[in-house]
Nanobody, 120 residues
Framework: QVPVVESGGGLVQPGGSLRLSCTVS?????????MGWYRQAAGKQREFVAR???????NYGDSVKDRFTISRDNAKNTVYLQMNSLKPEDPAVYYC?????????????WGQGTQVTVSS
């Protein structure tokens, strides 16, 4: 298991912005992994939010398109999720995922999650 640590969660008002960060402790893992963000609201299934490949190609879940932006900084082993125009339906625990192939072995690591709350 390779540590994957999210940060940046908190409370924000509807329409506000928040940026989440996720850092992977091993460069070899980060550099060879697509990085993704998933979220799970209380009492609901975990859902896909955003994903970015090692080459920087991104895709998003329908519910966050045009509002969220995923990016990665390979020098910092960090992926970001910029969340704008937050809505009351966005609150959830947001999880960071690293999925790739390292030395011929498929790997899949998850962070512990960071809570995002949207409330006025």
């Amino acid at each position: 298991q390779v540590p994957v640590v999210e940060s940046g969660g908190g409370l924000v008002q509807p329409g506000g912005s928040l940026r989440l960060s996720c850092t992977v402790s091993r460069s070899v893992v980060f550099d060879n992994s697509a990085m993704g963000w998933y979220r799970q609201a209380a009492g609901k299934q975990r859902e896909f939010v955003a994903r970015i490949t090692t080459g920087g190609s991104a895709n998003y879940g329908d519910s966050v398109k045009d509002r969220f932006t995923i990016s990665r900084d390979n020098a910092k082993n960090t992926v970001y999720l910029q969340m704008n125009s937050l809505k009351p339906e966005d609150p959830a625990v947001y999880y960071c995922n690293a999925a790739g192939v390292v030395l011929g072995t498929a790997i899949n690591y998850w962070g512990q999650g960071t809570q995002v709350t949207v409330s006025s």
